[in-house]
């Protein structure tokens, strides 16, 4: 079939998309509820030709454009998108006119996701092309392992569709990569991740001699922690994030107990459950060699993104038209990081791509990069994505599907 034909967005949507990241920028979130940024894609929604619901249990929003086929043409399975909302709890340190000043940041662009595919969403309905399937958008409150999607089924939000949808898209923006840059990766796309907690104890009176300060112990676990994942030799594989999370404490006194959290991403499926295992037999020797008692609490996982090798071809093609260097680059290896767009539709075919947005910079100065308090995007490339989903859906809807060949809704 010959290519989707290009649209760009108009100025004025450009402009109000814009406004409307550098809003959401400007008034960061953290956690399932962020009444503000809910409202925020509401009235950017409003007055278009969508079924709109808003979740009870998180500020997730789900949109749906209707199928609206020519005569006689069948009707295709829908397609999904989603963009994430959730902020981090990082004070920002940028010189941004808009910059936040909450004490939380956008520090992963979730702002720049909920902008674009506002802005796609508003591209498809003005835009008024007939299209063979529904197009649902899930805008997600929170950060992925927090319950959004849990709570989205739990209210049957995701069961507007008539039927499964042929594939679900997912976006995320690099701050290292330049504005324009389009990568994806085939196969595995994002990292497992496991969280759990670990709590030290202390024994004795802190006026005796035998005395242990949980907290010391808790920051030598946090030390060996670390040691243990640098020594591994495919170390840049994993990524591990530790630190207290609650500690008992008052000046002058010892904390009777103290809690860390530790988050351990890696992309090699299987040392991931070793690697975990060694994390919480390491902690457990630390303790026990400071005469402390650690406890470690349930794991909670969130299973690798598999990007469906059909979805990624499309995505591709589609890119070569908006890519500034006239290509999809397919990254080497997958992203350390979490995300959960599988528990959305299980089954689903999935495709996750990455958006360079790295500021103008001096040449000499390297970007820093994504959960930074420094951490810059340029929002120039908020139309040309937004743009890019659009053309994606046009493409999915009336072409061949992830699975490699049309589906229609009463096949």
Partial sequence: MPPIPVMPLTAGLEERMVA??????????????????????????????????????????????????????????PIVHRALMGATPIEERTAELFAARNGAMHAAGADLQTAALVGAISHLCEAEIPLPGDVMCVFQAGEPGQGAIESLLDEGLLDFLDEAPA????????AEAATGTHLIHEGQATADVASFC???????????????????????????????????????????????VNSSFSIGVQPSETTLLVTCASIDAQQHSH????????????????????????IENISAVYNDAGAVHLWSETASAFAADGRCHHLERPAVLADDL????????????????????????????????????DDRVIANVAAFLSTLSRASLGRETASGTAVNRHS
């Fill in 167 to 174: 594939v679900a898209y997912g976006t995320r923006f690099e």
């Fill in 20 to 77: 409307l990241r550098r809003t959401l920028h400007r008034n960061p979130e953290v956690g399932l509820y962020a009444p503000q940024a809910q409202m925020g894609v509401i009235n950017a929604l409003r007055g278009l030709p969508l079924d709109v619901a808003k979740a009870r249990g998180s500020s997730s929003v789900v949109a749906i454009l209707r199928a609206t086929p020519k005569r006689g043409q069948p009707v295709r399975a």
């Fill in 342 to 377: 599988s528990l959305l539709f299980p089954g689903t075919p999935l495709a996750i791509g990455f958006f360079g947005a790295a500021s103008p910079v001096a040449h000499n100065t390297l970007p820093p990069g994504l959960n930074s308090a420094a951490t810059v995007f």
């Fill in 198 to 244: 670990i709590t030290v104890y202390r024994y004795g009176s802190p006026f005796d001699q035998i005395s242990v300060d949980s907290q010391r112990v808790a920051a030598l676990i946090v030390r060996a922690l670390y040691d243990c994942v640098g020594s591994l030799n495919y170390a840049r594989d994993v990524r591990l994030v530790a630190g207290v």
């Fill in 275 to 298: 690697i975990v295992q060694d994390l919480g037999r390491v902690a457990l020797t630390v303790a026990a060699a400071e005469n402390a008692l650690a406890v470690i609490g349930d």
